[in-house]
């Protein structure tokens, strides 16, 4: 079926090191939406891209949508403790045509801060 | 409340029982979806719905797993003659739904943790 692909699957970092998920659809998405999963937590809405070659700033975080709309990335600037935790792609797929709310989850990266 | 809310938080149960979880959407949110994570791993779509209808059961496992809404807010997901092999976590979501061309952000509840023993 329809997916996107996420990478890396982990990325264990120093305190103060960047950090970069990736994804990647081979269909052009309309949208794509970034979750944060905390340890022991549920998912928790960050951004959502819409127009080609968009870019996001929230403070250390820079989200990019490719200009093709069919990769996205999630860039963190100089790491915290505070942002363990599993970050999630998901982009909506249409089914025959016809558009509806669902949305198809990247397999996350998992990402760990050395203090 | 202000969130979503899923009961319980935590069930154990003996292989071959029903169980029945249960989702409380934001109020106003029409869709609704449920996911379900095994630990350490993503979110694998279950079923969605829209108001009361479910235009997407396509990620059920098998017909041991249905799911319900009803008055457009609370759903049930029910899983017949567990099996070991559910012991996951079960995550609801809500959202306004599709508007237009631009997708809303689901909000999630704290999740269900099954354990099948």
């Known amino acids: 079926g329809q997916q996107v692909m996420q990478i890396p699957q982990y990325q264990h970092v120093q305190e103060g090191e960047d950090f970069t998920t990736y994804c990647n659809s081979s269909?052009?998405?309309?949208?794509i939406q970034w979750y944060k999963q905390r340890p022991g937590g549920h998912p928790v809405f960050l951004i959502q891209?819409?127009?080609?070659?968009e870019v996001k700033k929230q403070k250390r975080l820079t989200f990019q949508f490719g200009e093709a709309k069919k990769n996205s990335s999630l860039h963190i600037t100089a790491t915290q403790t505070t942002d363990v935790g599993t970050y999630f792609c998901?982009?909506?797929?249409?089914?025959?045509?016809?558009?509806?709310?669902?949305?198809?989850f990247g397999q996350g990266t998992i990402l760990t801060v050395h203090p | 409340g202000a969130g979503v809310s899923q009961s319980p938080s935590n069930k154990v149960t003996e292989k071959g029982k029903d169980v029945e979880l249960r989702c409380d959407p934001i109020?106003?949110?029409?869709?609704l979806y449920w996911y379900r994570q095994s630990l350490g791993q993503g979110l694998e779509f279950l079923i969605y719905?829209?108001?009361?209808?479910?235009?997407?059961k396509s990620g059920l496992p098998s017909d041991r797993f249905s799911a319900e809404r009803t008055g457009g807010s609370v759903s049930t997901l029910t899983i017949q003659r567990t099996q070991q092999e559910d012991s996951a976590v079960y995550l609801c979501a809500s959202s306004l739904g599709r508007i237009l061309y631009s997708n809303q952000p689901q909000h999630f509840g704290d999740g269900t943790r099954l354990s099948i023993l």
């Open positions: 719905f829209q108001g009361n209808s479910a235009p997407d």
């Open positions: 269909t052009t998405l309309s949208n």
């Open positions: 109020s106003g949110h029409t869709a």
């Open positions: 998901a982009a909506p797929f249409n089914a025959g045509g016809t558009s509806y709310g669902k949305l198809t």
């Open positions: 891209l819409v127009k080609s070659g």
